[in-house]
């Protein structure tokens, strides 16, 4: 009997000994590498957001073995709000050199400078950087933008799509999202729209950890831990830098802490850990009882909605 | 490190926890968002500031123990008007298995959220109150996951503490689902008492329940089989692109990729079903042309196997026409090219389908134009329990209705029989004005057993 006609008889088929369903992590790898391609084969001119954090560390990994052994078909864009920690730019530029990748930089500090966007009374910039990212877009011609989002980040993403489609505001529509069914990923839109696409939205934090070990890929030294003057406010850990100075009345400690996010020095909070190696990360991420962005991130404890409200106004 | 995360940790070196996809399907307060919140919680995926946060509102709400249920809360209008509106990806994990849930809401747009999470999901996990039974809704369900031939099905019994945990109320249920899965053609289920609230079964045995010798939720789900996932179906390979890189330079990142020349030219691909070898004999399809599997590459290193699932790039011992929309298929039993697609399509938009609608259809890696020729009835999903589906003459489909339909294609495309292949019978229906997705198709005979083969024409 061949395998279809046990399945046409309606017996489960059973696979030759010593074949085992794919790992959790080959799983995950496939499936973004699928997505990338997919993109690349069916947009005129996708673009790649790349911040040198963890997420698009590892979806740039990816998109250098999707593509292998040819380069990867499309630029990198980074947002650069001027408030980018120094440890994090000089290996942004480094690791764009060893995958092969060419990149372009929007920068809010020009934004800021020629007054087309002016400082926020709280001194967050990541909320400025939705405009030079919808220009780039725009400026570029880009009809799909990739991006690092996770679902399980936060709860309004865990509801949007892998293909999410974006008007020419950037705007997200919760409600009016198409269906995406079994891996047919549909990407035709209008012009003037464009396609945010997510290759990393089923994998967790752990997975990323996971990942980053078993690949063995280079991350800024800033998601290790390391010594520097932190002060406690509202419960996390701000360092003191040029962007976030000691206020009066401030006690200063000296502290051994790492970056579980690596944004904008003006709203990203350490957490205090002696992890030194990707081993140590995985140990005190898989124990660790906050989400990382409830502990680190003060743009998203604006309101309880705020992840929401920004991807609605075209934020990843 | 504690214990369970040693265990996850050691699973995960040597490869071997694996992946399970779930959807989860129920009427309006069967507890479905309780549930899902338990399981969460119970397997420690919730961190504290979301408990807090859960807590807080909770409080704010009169409760006075955390509703679990609003872990799942998503988007700001479903928190101000009490719905879910959308189907949501949860995650969570043991030592053996991580689980990607799609968490479909069963009230508004049934077909359209359960006809989505089905389409990937590896075991459905349904619903119903015990103190109602397997309803209405339950059918439809059912009916819709077997449709999409979802290979496992879950029935949870939820609310047994509210029947005071009586195990006739618990086996009146089952012999109604029994019957019911029996006539639909559902291949392997499974009914668990539970109670969601106090979390009866759902991660630890009830004591509760001495009468139930099964599974909880979770243990059933670490252990429900899934090597016929991967399984023995036959070799298909939707070609992505075609990869012939200019220069021939090694990257610093691929050490151990093998080396490559000017002339490299291979496939780039998922592997759709079934498995295939350095050596074998492939079909090109559609043009139906033989060759031989030169090489499996990836930049980890050459393979001598891939299988379903892996993403790889293939060579051909032959200078074959070979691009994109291409389906590199085993010669035992390959789909014939045919411009005449007969299918069952979930129609997912406010616009009708009719007969001269024109769509775009999307297979595989190929998109081609299509014009509807017939709309040959729509399958009634209220049917008694004992009984199936029954067909309902019509011409058009309209939001949420599943029907039969026939197409007519501007190119050949080698389409499997749905019952056979989830991954090559499949196609969407697409918009060609505003690219909107319009339905869900599967091609070849209805997958689900229904009172006839098919309707007769309108």
């Known amino acids: 009997m061949t ?42 001119r996708p673009v790649m957001l790349f911040s040198g954090g963890k997420d698009s560390v590892v979806m740039l990994h990816l998109a250098a073995k999707a593509f292998w052994p040819a380069p990867v078909p499309f630029p990198l864009l980074h947002v650069d709000t001027g408030h980018n920690f120094p440890e994090v730019l000089s290996y942004r530029d480094e690791a764009v050199a060893f995958y092969g990748a060419e990149l372009k930089v929007a920068s809010v500090q020009d934004y800021l400078d020629d007054g087309r966007l002016r400082e926020r009374p709280d001194n967050q910039r990541n909320p400025l950087q939705t405009v030079p990212l919808l220009d780039a877009i725009t400026e570029g011609k880009h009809d799909a933008v990739f991006g690092g989002g996770r679902r399980d980040e936060e709860r309004a993403r865990a509801k949007e799509r892998v293909f999410s489609m974006r008007d020419e505001f950037g705007q997200w529509d919760p409600r009016n999202q198409r269906p995406e069914l079994w891996s047919l990923y549909n990407g035709r839109h209008l012009p003037g729209e464009h396609v945010r696409v997510f290759p990393l939205s089923n994998w967790t934090e752990l997975d990323v950890w996971d990942y980053i070990e078993a690949e063995k890929i280079a991350l800024p ?26 206020r009066d009345g401030d006690s200063v400690e000296h502290r051994s802490v790492r970056y579980r996010t690596v944004g904008d020095m003006s709203c990203t909070a350490a957490v205090l850990s002696s992890a030194s190696t990707v081993h140590d990360v995985i140990t005190e991420v898989g124990l660790s009882q906050l989400t990382e962005r409830g502990a680190t991130r003060a743009d998203d404890r604006l309101s309880e909605a705020a992840m929401e409200d920004r991807k609605r106004e075209g934020y990843f | 490190m504690s214990p369970t995360l040693q265990a996850e940790r050691s699973a995960l070196a040597q490869g071997r926890r694996t992946l399970l996809r779930l959807a989860t399907a129920g009427s309006v307060d069967d507890g479905k968002s309780t549930l899902v919140g338990r399981l969460l919680f119970d397997t420690n995926s919730v961190l504290t500031d979301t408990l807090d946060h859960v807590e807080q509102v909770s409080r704010r709400k009169g409760l006075h123990r955390a509703d679990l249920a609003l872990l799942t809360d998503g988007l700001r209008a479903e928190r101000e008007q009490g719905i879910t509106i959308d189907v949501a990806y949860r995650y969570f994990a043991t030592p053996a298995r991580k689980f990607i849930l799609a968490d479909c809401p069963g009230h508004v747009q049934y077909t359209r959220n359960t006809v989505t999470g089905s389409s990937t999901a590896d075991v459905i996990v349904l619903l119903v109150d015990a103190r109602k039974g397997v309803v209405e809704q339950t059918r439809r369900h059912l009916a819709v996951a077997s449709l999409l031939r979802v290979p496992h099905v879950v029935l949870v019994v939820n609310k047994i503490d509210l029947v005071d945990f009586s195990e006739d109320v618990f086996n009146t249920i089952a012999t109604d689902f029994a019957l019911l899965s029996r006539s639909l053609g559902v291949g392997d289920s499974r009914v668990i008492p539970v109670s ?32 016929f996932v991967a399984a023995g179906s036959d070799f298909r390979f939707p070609v992505q692109h075609v990869v012939r890189p200019q220069s021939a330079a090694r990257a610093p990142w691929a050490a151990s990729a093998p080396e490559v020349d000017g002339d490299y030219r291979g496939y780039a691909g998922k592997v759709e079903s079934g498995r295939v070898r350095v050596g074998d004999e492939v079909v090109v399809l559609p043009r139906g042309s033989h060759a031989r599997i030169e090489g499996i590459d990836t930049p980890d290193g050459p393979l001598d196997l891939a299988a379903a699932g892996q993403s790889v790039v293939l060579r051909l011992d032959a ?54 020729k017939s709309v040959e009835g729509t399958l009634d999903l209220d049917f008694e329990v004992g009984s199936v589906p029954g067909w309902q003459a019509t011409d058009r489909l309209q939001l949420n209705d599943i029907g039969r339909v026939r197409l007519a294609l501007a190119a050949a495309l080698p389409i499997d029989s749905y019952r056979e292949h989830r991954g090559t019978g499949a196609f969407i229906l697409v918009d060609e004005t505003d690219g909107w997705t319009l339905g869900a198709g599967m091609a070849g005979p209805t997958p689900l057993h229904t009172a006839s083969p098919g309707p007769v024409t309108a």
Not at chain 1, 16 to 27: I, N, T, V
Not at chain 1, 230 to 244: C, F, H, K, Y
Not at chain 2, 197 to 224: C, K
């Open chain 2, 319 to 372: 200078d074959l026409d070979v691009s994109r929309g291409a389906i590199l298929a085993s010669t035992e039993a390959p789909p014939a090219p045919t411009r005449d697609l007969h299918g069952t399509v979930c129609w997912l938009a406010e616009r009708p389908l009719a007969v001269g609608s024109r769509v775009l259809v999307q297979h595989g890696t190929s998109l081609t134009k299509a014009v509807v």
């Open chain 2, 196 to 227: 969601a609230t106090e979390g009866d079964n759902v991660v630890s045995r009830s004591a509760r329940t001495p009468w139930y010798d099964g599974p909880t939720v979770l243990g059933f789900l670490e252990h429900v089989d899934d090597t």
């Open chain 1, 3 to 44: 395998a279809n006609d046990a399945r046409r008889a309606g017996t489960p088929v059973r696979p030759e000994h010593g074949l085992r369903p794919l790992s959790e992590l080959q799983a995950l790898e496939s499936e973004s590498i699928h997505i990338l391609r997919e993109v690349a084969a069916t947009f005129a």
């Open chain 1, 221 to 246: 030294s800033i998601y290790y831990a390391h010594e520097r003057d932190v002060v406690l406010r509202d419960g996390m850990w701000v360092a003191i830098t040029p962007v976030t100075p000691a």
